[in-house]
């Protein structure tokens, strides 16, 4: 499974259903929209300036975070931010793996 990085930010309208709903309601929101593309959560943290929300999940691919990217940012009430998390192990062969790319002007 790929891990990421997902940050979000509540709409005025997000915050007023946080204020309803409560904290861990919106945990139990987030497992669950999760389970139904096949991840899971592994942190969940509100937080406050930027980023309202910041959680460490697991997705079997880059379609099933994009389809949960599409469901949260269409509700128009959270921004949804997600960041592919790659383990030293893979930045390693990410290093080793030869590319044919040339910097401007050399």
């Given at each position: 499974m790929a891990k990421y990085?997902?940050?979000a930010s509540y709409?005025?309208?997000g915050?007023?259903?946080?204020?309803?709903?409560?904290?861990t309601k919106r945990r139990h929101v987030v497992v669950k929209a999760l389970?139904?593309?096949g991840g899971k959560l592994e942190a969940f943290y509100f937080s406050f300036g930027k980023?309202?929300?910041?959680?460490?999940?697991d997705l079997p691919d880059h379609v099933a975070?994009?389809?949960?990217?599409v469901a949260v940012g269409s509700t128009g009430a959270v921004r949804l931010m997600t960041t592919p998390?790659?383990?030293p192990e893979e930045m390693d062969k990410?290093?080793?793996?030869?590319?044919?790319y040339r910097a401007p002007g050399a």
């Open positions: 990085l997902a940050t709409t005025a309208e915050l007023k259903g946080l204020r309803k709903d409560g904290g389970e139904s593309v980023q309202d929300v910041l959680m460490i999940i975070a994009a389809a949960l990217s998390l790659i383990t990410a290093c080793d793996k030869k590319t044919a």
